[in-house]
């Protein structure tokens, strides 16, 4: 017997799927090569014999995120989503340059991208002012940003707001709040929570990606598809998008696809090539310096990851721009 059904946790390859009536089933991929992710919509059959459930199809994606791997191919993490929200917190102390490769992997993956501060009753003047800088950077990057607080409900509402219609994912580093803000959000008090270890690092608390059902933020609504949904995701120390998946230009980086225009080559890496429009900016105050960096430590991963790949073809000559 065969069905539909969605992937709505997924740890490796031990699977959740939820059929068309809501029924929740223990299942596996069928073949090694066969590999699904929470949010994938796939085809299963059931194994009567053996009392199993698999997963023997994906059915084709919307939207991806993906990330690269060590050889430099690329792993989806979870599959049709609208939005990603990325999470940062005064403790564990914010990695800004994972936080970028994030939000150029969702631009990638033509998702809206939120950028979301938790634990802001932690903040002391330190974080506070560091944070700020932060946050106004990816401001006026053209990002949406907010603050809150899950054990306080504090910018609960708003950001509520911004998932309400959208499938979301919760991304981070380790410890930044991932899962109590699933819990605030969906009322579900079973979501494991954890502490931050000594050395500040977040413990990996959620080993498997979860999908979640969210209730319409406005109850007025009569449509309960307008709630959307919620995936968690593990926590990191370190991330890297798909380099196939990223724009060859500005690599997701929207500031510099707005400034490479003015390149005197088209296909301008704005690292040492002459007329480089970018690195004019930054040496004007125009583009935020940490951001230029991110972008070239970016394109530097995007080389090694290529070259992980082994030999490729030549590249060709300058075009410059008419």
């Known amino acids: 017997m065969q069905f539909e059904a969605q992937v709505v946790a997924a740890y490796g390859r031990h699977l ?30 059931r194994d009567e014999q053996h009392a199993e459930i698999h997963v023997t199809e994906v059915l084709p994606r919307e939207h991806v995120l993906l990330r690269a791997n060590l050889k430099g191919g690329a ?9 990603l929200v990325v999470l940062l917190a005064p403790e564990p102390k914010a990695d800004p340059f994972i936080i970028d490769r994030y939000l ?61 219609g959208h499938i979301s994912v919760f991304v981070g580093q380790s410890g930044v709040g991932k899962s109590s803000l699933v819990a605030c959000l969906t009322q579900d008090q079973d979501i494991a929570i954890g502490a931050l270890d000594r ?7 959620t080993t498997a990606s979860q999908l979640y059902e969210l209730a319409p933020s406005d109850a007025a609504t009569m449509d309960p598809t307008d709630g ?10 370190d991330f890297a998008p798909a380099i ?3 724009e060859p230009g500005s690599l997701g980086f929207p ?68």
């Open 75 to 83: 792993e989806a993490v979870v599959a049709n989503l609208t939005q």
């Open 199 to 205: 050395d500040a690092e977040g413990r990996h608390t």
């Open 255 to 322: 500031e510099v696809d707005q400034l490479a225009i003015n390149c005197r080559f088209m296909d301008c890496q704005h690292l040492k090539e002459p007329g480089c429009a970018v690195r004019a900016a930054v040496e004007t105050g125009q583009l935020d310096a940490r951001r230029y960096e991110s972008y070239r430590r970016l394109r530097r991963l995007h080389a090694d990851l290529t070259a992980a790949r082994g030999p490729t073809t030549a590249r060709g000559s300058h075009s410059t721009r008419r």
């Open 104 to 164: 150029c992997a969702a631009s990638s993956a033509g998702l809206r991208a939120v950028v979301f501060l938790n634990k802001i009753d932690q903040l002391d003047d330190e974080s506070r002012s560091i944070t700020d800088d932060l946050l106004e950077v990816y401001s006026q990057a053209g990002y949406l940003t907010l603050r809150g607080s899950a054990s306080h409900g504090e910018g609960i509402k708003e950001l509520r707001a911004l998932l309400n």
């Open 228 to 237: 959307g949904a919620l995936m968690d995701s593990p926590g990191v120390r």
């Open 16 to 45: 959740i799927v939820r059929d068309a009536e809501g029924i929740r089933y223990e299942a596996r991929p069928f073949g090694r090569k066969l590999g699904a992710v929470c949010g994938d919509r796939v085809r299963c059959e």
């Open 244 to 246: 196939d998946a990223l």
